[in-house]
């Protein structure tokens, strides 16, 4: 069963526009969200995670256990941010600690 | 290490061919990773270490692959007999093995089958 989904594989705003990339769950405990970035040429590297309640690079994200969602936001959307973004789950599964990612969103901002 | 690295970064070899490809991850991290990314696709999950063995190998798409980790640190993935199917770049995790704390990836290797 897909654990993590993301329904938009593709997602374009003008620059200065707010942005959403959508991130839902599927578990029964309480899991630990996270969203992972991949800028072009680069590897994928850790954007921000539930448990700190950080906002980076004016992105944020609020896990909502009613909507079982965890989308990401941010409010005037940058040239900078064109890049790939995972959504994900850490959990305990029967076979320990593990980790599941959604299939990603490739972001455009349009200048 | 500082960082997760794998080796090589880049490997074009000839279908049929055996490939290792190899992983070093953070140093005191119990868990790893293995990941496959392919064009226009997201991660495919392949396998997860912790420590040596591997609890989770649900994602290996067929016998043809492998992996093993030795001394809680250096994995290896084996494809055998590459096919066109298999090119991809594949990517390697690591982290502390309790949840939070999130991973750290490598570079990944990108493999090429002609």
């Known amino acids: 069963a897909q654990r993590v989904t993301q329904p938009e594989k593709l997602l374009s705003v003008f620059k200065g526009a707010p942005v959403e990339l959508k991130c839902n769950y599927s578990?029964?405990?309480?899991?630990?969200l996270f969203w992972y970035v991949q800028y072009s040429r680069q590897r994928l590297q850790l954007l921000l995670r539930?448990?700190s309640r950080e906002s980076i690079k004016g992105f944020t994200a609020d896990l909502n256990k009613g909507e079982t969602s965890f989308h990401l936001k941010k409010p005037f959307a940058q040239e900078e941010d064109s890049a790939m973004y995972y959504c994900?789950?850490?959990?305990?599964?029967?076979?320990?600690?593990?980790?599941?990612f959604g299939t990603g969103t490739s972001l455009t901002v349009i200048p | 290490g500082a960082g997760v690295s794998q080796s090589p970064s880049n490997k074009v070899t000839e279908k049929g061919k055996d490939v290792e490809l190899r992983c070093d991850p953070i140093?005191?991290?119990?868990?790893l990773y293995w990941y496959r990314q392919s064009l226009g696709q997201g991660l495919e999950f392949l396998i997860y270490?912790?420590?040596?063995?591997?609890?989770?190998k649900s994602g290996l798409p067929s016998d043809r692959f492998s992996a093993e980790r030795t001394g809680g640190s250096v994995s290896t993935l084996t494809i055998q007999r590459t096919q066109q199917e298999d090119s991809a770049v594949y990517l390697c995790?690591?982290?502390?093995?309790?949840?939070?704390?999130?991973?750290?990836f490598g570079s990944g290797t990108r493999l090429t089958v002609v």
């Open positions: 994900a789950l850490s959990g305990i599964m029967n076979t320990g600690n593990q980790f599941y």
């Open positions: 140093s005191g991290h119990t868990a």
């Open positions: 995790a690591s982290s502390l093995g309790r949840g939070g704390y999130g991973y750290t």
């Open positions: 539930h448990i």
């Open positions: 270490f912790q420590g040596n063995s591997a609890p989770d």
């Open positions: 578990y029964s405990g309480s899991p630990e």
